[in-house]
């Protein structure tokens, strides 16, 4: 199923001409405001000189600081009177940064999440019970005018507030939701604790995105729920999710080449990757008229799937993001990626659905010690089993990662539950 199946299914040669055209559009817009108005002054760009996709590499990178920099108009290029909304990022690593959008950018916006949407099957006979915040965060309006654009019945229920969520997608038999992955697996709790198997909801799909989680996550997610669940990647520097997003074949996400040029980049030397090589993923927003944002370095690292996609779509895929530059933590030395971590956690079936790693430093010595909760039913049996469990759990997690963790395990609700995105590394290193 397509939503616009000319723009889906696109020849190389076609998508390339018209992202030409409209990177030199983006680039004479960027021009216009006074952010890139410096930068390409100081770095002696023309933007008339840029007539070939290849010249991209020569552009400056943008980062999120140059965002706060420019805080708060310093890269918009329209009139003020054109602007009908903003959006602010998460603000997980730092002061948030703000993004505006005109009608149009609105529309187009909405366009390509329903693009998105119906990629995985989604129809106007759906329901759609948005679990995201709304507000600043994109993650709530933004999914919302796609499914409305769509046409499908939108429940705007918002992040949070479990029962009523439940309740919700009993009355209104709620078919797809959009949802971050660790309030999916909360959700599942509390959904059992109320005495209902979360598959009896009847939910069939769900779309998991606005933080980094596992393959042994869906698969877990997909098995507690009785459902199909799809990976959605966005920021809200490029407007917020349906930047990435999987079609029914759930093997990697297809990155909508007509409004995003996208580059994998050495995170030390900036330099480009070759297609399949794991790298930060640097994208230019080609396709917004209130903001357009050059190679902006996303500090996400995920890899190109050269492949073709038998879904038909020719666009790109990208693979699970591993995790952000600025997530990866260093123990003794050693690189370790929470999702690592994760991956190895969720795949053991006694282990419940939260975790926590917290590290600290003793004698000078970084310690991992990894917090997991467990299914109740693992509390009745003997002191033996937990700690043949708790010998298997740091058995794997060394193999895997070479650093020897602390495992702690603990009954279900013992950790913060999450409704949005999960804190889940807490670092009380300090040097
Ligand atoms: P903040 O940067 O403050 O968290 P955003 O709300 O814009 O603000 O979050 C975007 C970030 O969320 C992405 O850069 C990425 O790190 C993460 N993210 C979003 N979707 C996914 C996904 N499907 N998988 C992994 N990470 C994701
Ligand atoms: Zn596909």
New binding site residues.
Partial sequence: MFWNKDIETIGRKALEDLQLKKLSKALKDAASTPFYNKVFKDNKVNVDRITSLDHLKDLPLTS?ADLRLSYPDGMVAVPRREIVRMHA?????GK?TVIFYTAKDIAEWADLIARSMVATGTTPDDVFQNMMGYGL???GLGLHYGAERLGCMVIPSSSGNSLKQIQLMQDFKTSVIHITPSYALHLAEVVAGQGVRPPDLGVKKAY??????SEETRNKLEEQWGLDAY???????MN??GVAFECEKKSG?HLWEDFYLFEIIDPDTCERLPDGEEGELVITHINREAMPIIRYR???LTRVIPEPCPCGRTHRRIE??K??TDDMLIVGGVNVFPSQIESVLMKVPEVGNNYQIVLDRHENLDRLHVRVELYSKMFSGDMKELNRLKERLSEELRALITVNPRIELLEPGSLPPSTG?AVRVIDNRKI
Avoid: H
Avoid at 89 to 93: A, E, L, N, R, Y
Avoid at 208 to 213: F, I, N, R, S, T
Avoid at 231 to 237: A, H, I, P, V
């Fill in positions: 999120k990022s998460s603000g997980t690593t948030s965060f994109t993650g998991l995105g606005a933080e980094p989680y990976n959605s990647y966005g920021l809200s520097e917020g999710p996400m996303t500090r996400d699970r993001i995790g952000r995105k």
